[in-house]
């Protein structure tokens, strides 16, 4: 219904790019316990200790309170607690063994399983375009949030005392206010009036999402009707259903993979893909709650995306450079018998090769850390990770490749963004609903925000008018594009 | 009571089953959750094979198989309560003499004494498994002159009377928390998964519940464990063994052994009924697909057109409006039918049942809430005979009235008009409610009441009056109309309430402790008053944000007409072939408006956006609690799902320019 017009006489606005320098960010370097040396020793009797022992850490803290009070209790109980805490240690071991994964502190586990590359030492830790205007969120170093409207001067900063370590952050669909933020310990869904005037809204206005056992949360994902939020974490074999409204929560627990750690909605609502930290993800269908398990070869799903009408899943595996594809058939709301598809089709290959260019030769390709695809499926930006071998440099780069769904499904070559010379990017997002084409958001490493817009026609005016696509104003914040008239050719292959 | 032959087909064909279904499935969870008591009532770690064949031994006696059976019973019996107390809109007493009067029911004692009895059946089957000095009743001894004699064996008492001590108490706590509230929830899943899912929280509840209870029976046993051991004792004529310790003595009760077979019977016997609770929930809330529409004149009334205008079941209207909800979103074949036409003729009869009958619940919840806010507005005040029968009437007539005759609100007109009395006409879905919430329950019932139960930091000027005329000096704006009205309502005014007067001369343990609690409070606050007066103001204080719970009591059929229409009128974009859907656009979008504006104004009271506290561990459904913030939820979802669904197209749709103006505001997202 709603064709877009790509021949606009007056220029799209593209939103400004920020600039966070690393330095002016202060990261958060308190940890719980760090406090504790400022202050003197101070003599409790054992029920105190044992009762705030109990308080802060539970039954492992009793018990070691307990065993390092061997002059205070009697003999057989401080024994007795240090036997049970060497079994409690001794079972935890066998369960990180199981999983690996568990054995990591909750700032590194963030690191591992987040989206954005070398996330610790990110100055802008997540980017969330809101998904009907103009508006964006930026998550900083500093745990705070920033959000930018260009249609009003203020930018409000969000504050919480809960908001540590912010993994993910996404906002409302339906709906102008509600921002959803991944925390170390917590969720929190913040409303922010839009014609509020404030530059600080109080804590005050953010719920708090917690459940026993479901931290640190790595990802989030709204569901495209706006009526539920699913929240992942690795530590807990739950993903959380939400009911924000009424801060309740259905956890549907699979022990499988030892957790959950990233979430996609698929844009038509059907499906949610759910990978775990060993080599295995599942897909849910949303009505019934049930789930497909595919387990992978190689290593865990380090992301994935799904194409606008929600049929296919491209996805990629740790350790592997390819993007596979899945295929799902069913059209939503009949329940059908035949299952989706068998097996996962390699799409794309992106093991190492080596371009010539005018500046010499650039080795391009290797493990993937992220997938992104426009809203309209045409344009698939592919984060690489790149590496920093002795011998041959190969910088991370976002690779853009066109896509085509229909009649069948093509994937072509399309160019590379860069950053400007030392910089790599971190994150990515398309803006959802960019009038001309794609604009993709990326996060460089120096801490600056750019908008990368491609100007296409759409598939179904493509095909009508052929040939190039029109000549567009090269807009000055696009960073230099060492190749990027292939942005705007069409492959003839 | 229940009666097949009248009730509605639905009841007759589907909830009656699902019950069934649901003990059925209870009956057979037994015989497993039999061993696992078995196994751990035994346990003697020091003697593992003794432990297993004597359990083993055990389970295959005849004495097992015949608890079984007496359990069987005890687990129907419960089945057939829960069918018979369940409710879908809960009925939330807007204050604690309210709460009285529901358990002081008889329905609510018929209720308690059947569960004290099925808990001395369910404790006696555990005295038997448990066996030891569990085992009898009597047993022969010898008294002090070594004559030989039949004596009293005090373990099975305490056991049998803390069975029915559990049961009481389940009981209660099922009325004070709602228990027989069944909710739907918004995450569907199959029975098996949610079973599994919930099935960790029985078990958690029922220990922790079990503990308190025991806790609770043991005081009582300590003080009262005398009667009914001499009355034991004198019927059935045993000797008390005066060898033995009596058990109610603190050396007798720190029996380790004895504390921990009670607990585990108690947490046996909460287990069996919570599963069974549990499984009825499941069952009677799955989702039932009615047709839109049938091709043979004898189905019709199945149909959902016609069940969601009907009335009558409330549980009925729940399920087809869940159905409805989730027609929209998931099932194109069937919205097509709602979009289709009559055959001959023409007419869109199903989209406009549906839709009628969606905007006159929404119509019917804004009433609600204005009246709800006018009658707040005018602080409790207000409402003369006139709008007994009128909701509309402006609150400006009220100020009029005076003092005697707003404690004669004649209560039947009141009864008409509660927040749920469009579901409580029909007494099989919330039966409880009828004789003792309704008029308390009602945000607009007996203004004096009403008055009454002010909020206590507001220093209500009944206390003024009575007590320091200079605290009306204070907050003279609350109370603008002349003060003699209000002095002569004073005396008359526990009038409407069924009972106060003695109930509160004997007040109940727990009015007792809320009452310490609120004095605690009192002392920092501005009015000082008499003990009695105290008492009674405390009974009829309303319970913070009770009112706007009961206001939202019934609102999930709300959320789910919402969400109804809105993906209706979304599919309508690209699926309604006849345009059937834009001739009620502008209605749809009026009223999804106004009850917007009318939300909004209610979150503005005090206690309407506070959030009540999450009890996680807890066997009560306390969904409606934050009902109210997930229709606000919904509320602004639907009107944006239109929005951007329609895009620049909806300033084609006739509206008043006030409403245009709010529909632009969706538009630009600035809601």
């Known amino acids: ?493 | 009571m229940f009666s097949v032959e009248q009730s509605c087909w639905f009841i007759r064909k589907v909830i009656c089953w699902r019950a069934a279904a649901s003990v059925a499935w209870a009956v057979l969870l037994l015989p497993p959750s039999i061993a696992v008591f078995v196994i751990i009532s035994r346990v003697s770690l020091l003697h593992p094979i003794q432990w297993i064949s004597e359990c083993v031994s055990l389970l295959t006696s005849a004495t097992a198989i015949f608890s079984f059976i007496l359990l069987c019973g005890v687990v129907l019996i419960v089945g057939f309560l829960n069918l018979e107390y369940y409710t879908v809109i809960p009925s939330i007493a807007c204050s604690k003499i309210a709460l009285l009067g529901q358990l002081l029911h008889p329905r609510q004692f018929v209720s308690s004494l059947v569960h004290c009895i099925l808990g001395v059946i369910v404790a006696w089957c555990c005295a038997v498994t448990i066996g030891g000095r569990y085992q009898t009743l009597g047993y022969p001894c010898t008294q002090a002159d070594g004559s030989p004699q039949l004596c009293l064996n005090e373990y099975q008492v305490i056991l049998l009377l803390a069975g029915a001590f559990v049961g009481y108490c389940h009981s209660v706590l099922g009325v004070i928390h709602n228990m027989n509230y069944v909710s739907f929830h918004t995450v569907q899943q199959y029975k098996y998964l949610r079973f599994k899912g919930s099935l960790p929280l029985v078990v958690k509840c029922s220990a922790i519940q079990a503990l308190y209870s025991v806790r609770n029976y043991l005081v009582v046993y300590f003080f009262l464990g005398y009667v009914p051991r001499t009355w034991i004792c004198k019927t059935l004529n045993l000797q008390l063994n005066s060898s033995l310790h009596p058990l109610d003595t603190i050396a007798g009760l720190l029996d380790f052994s004895l504390l921990y077979h009670l607990w585990i019977s108690g947490t046996f016997l909460l287990f069996t009924w919570y599963i069974t609770l549990l499984l009825f929930r499941i069952f009677v809330t799955e989702v039932y697909s009615f047709p839109v529409q049938s091709s043979f004149t004898e189905d019709v009334h199945q149909c959902l057109p016609k069940v969601l205008t009907g009335q009558q079941p409330a549980i009925l209207k729940f399920l087809a409006l869940h159905d409805l909800a989730l027609l929209s979103q998931h099932s194109p074949s069937r919205r097509s039918e709602v979009f289709s036409l009559s055959q001959p003729g023409g007419h869109p009869h199903n989209w406009n049942a549906i839709s009628q009958e969606c905007l006159s619940l929404l119509a019917d919840l804004t009433q609600r809430l204005v009246a709800h806010h006018d009658t707040v507005a005018t602080n409790g005040r207000a409402k003369s005979l006139s709008t007994g029968s009128d909701k509309k009437s402006l609150s400006s007539e009220s100020s009029v009235t005076s003092g005697t005759e707003d404690v004669m609100t004649p209560r039947p007109s009141v009864l008409i008009k509660t927040p749920a009395s469009v579901f409580l006409r029909s007494s099989v879905g919330s039966p409880l409610t009828v004789p003792f919430t309704p008029d308390l329950d009602s945000p607009f019932s007996s203004p004096a009441l009403r008055r009454l139960a002010g909020p206590v930091e507001q220093c209500s000027p009944w206390h003024g009056t009575v007590q320091s005329p200079h605290i009306m000096r204070r907050g003279p704006k609350l109370w603008s109309t002349s003060t003699d009205s209000q002095a002569n309502s004073l005396p008359s005014s526990p009038a409407p309430v069924p009972s106060p007067t003695p109930a509160a001369s004997k007040p109940s343990l727990l009015a007792q402790f809320l009452q310490n609690r609120k004095e605690q409070v009192l002392q920092s606050d501005c009015c000082p008053e008499p003990e009695l007066l105290d008492q009674i103001r405390l009974l009829i204080d309303s319970l913070p944000e009770a009112s706007s719970q009961a206001l939202f009591a019934d609102t999930q059929s709300h959320i789910w007409a919402l969400e109804g229409l809105s993906y209706l009128v979304k599919a309508s974009f690209s699926e309604d072939q006849f345009g059937v859907v834009q001739t009620t656009l502008p209605s749809i979008l009026s009223s999804m408006l106004v009850l917007q504006e009318a939300v909004d104004r209610h979150f503005k009271l005090p206690h309407a956006s506070s959030k009540p506290v999450r009890s996680t561990s807890s066997m009560e459904d306390s969904s409606y609690k934050t009902l109210r913030f997930a229709l606000r939820a919904t509320l602004k979802t639907a009107i944006y799902r239109i929005t951007t669904t329609f895009g620049e197209h909806l300033n084609a749709v006739q509206m008043s320019a006030e409403h245009q103006k709010r529909l632009q505001q969706f538009l630009e997202y600035k809601e």
């Not at chain 1, 799904?306 to 799902?328: C, K």
């Not at chain 1, 690489?384 to 440099?393: P, V, Y």
Request: one cysteine or more; hydrophobic letters at 40%; proline letters at 8%.
């Open chain 1, 1 to 493: 219904i709603f064709k877009h017009e790509v021949f606009d006489n007056q220029p799209f606005v593209i939103p400004l790019s920020l600039y966070f320098p690393r330095e002016s960010l202060k990261p958060h370097s308190r940890t719980e316990s760090s406090s504790k040396a400022a202050f003197l020793d101070h003599c409790e009797t054992l029920w105190m200790r044992s009762a705030a022992a109990w308080r802060d850490a539970g039954l492992t803290g009793l018990l070691n309170e307990i065993a390092n009070s061997s002059a205070e209790v009697p003999k057989w109980l401080s024994v007795s607690s240090g036997c049970v805490l060497a079994l409690l240690q001794r079972i935890s071991s066998f369960h990180g063994s199981l999983f690996p994964h568990l054995t990591l502190s909750s700032e590194d586990m963030i690191a591992e399983f987040s989206q954005v590359l070398k996330w610790s030492d990110c100055a802008v830790r997540a980017f969330a375009w809101h998904p009907h205007t103009d508006k964006f969120a930026v998550a900083l170093l500093d745990d705070s949030i920033k959000i930018y409207n260009p249609k009003s001067a203020t930018a409000p900063t969000l504050k919480h005392r809960l908001q540590r370590s912010v993994a993910a952050v996404q906002w409302k669909p339906l709906c102008a206010s509600a921002l959803a933020v991944a925390c170390q310990n917590c969720l929190l869904v913040w409303h922010v009036d839009p014609c509020s005037l404030s530059t600080r809204p109080s804590s005050g206005c953010a719920q708090v999402l917690s459940h026993p056992g479901h931290s640190p949360v790595t990802s989030i994902a709204w569901s495209p009707s706006g009526s539920f939020l699913v929240s992942a974490s690795p530590m807990d074999t739950n993903m959380m259903v939400w009911d924000v409204a009424a801060e309740s929560c259905v956890p549907l627990q699979r022990v499988g993979g030892g957790g959950v750690t990233f979430l996609s909605w698929s844009p038509d609502g059907s499906h949610v893909l759910a990978s775990t930290p060993a080599a295995l993800f599942r897909v849910w269908e949303t009505r019934m709650w049930t789930c497909e398990r595919w387990p992978c070869l190689k290593g865990r799903c380090q992301s994935g995306c799904w194409s606008p009408d929600g049929s296919r899943l491209l996805f990629t595996v740790q350790g592997e450079t390819v993007i596979y594809a899945l295929t799902f058939t069913d059209t939503p709301g009949i329940p059908s018998n035949t299952k989706g598809p068998k097996a996962a089709a390699v799409v794309a290959d992106l093991s190492e090769t080596t371009f010539n260019t005018p500046g010499g030769d650039i080795v391009v390709g290797g493990e993937i850390q992220s997938l992104a695809w426009d809203p309209r499926g045409e344009r698939l930006a592919v984060l690489l990770k790149g590496q920093e071998h002795f011998s041959l440099d190969r910088p991370a780069m976002i690779a853009v490749f066109k896509t085509r769904t229909s009649p069948i499904f093509e994937l072509l070559p399309c160019g590379f963004v860069q950053g400007e010379p030392g910089t790599e990017p971190r994150l990515m997002q398309f803006h959802p609903n960019f009038q001309h084409g794609a604009l993709l958001t990326v996060c460089w490493s120096n801490g600056r925000i750019t908008h990368v817009p491609f100007y296409f026609l759409s598939a179904g005016m493509a095909r009508h008018g052929l040939g190039g696509s029109p000549p567009q104003p090269r807009p000055e914040e696009r960073p230099a594009d060492y190749i990027n008239q292939t942005l705007y050719t069409e492959l003839t292959t």
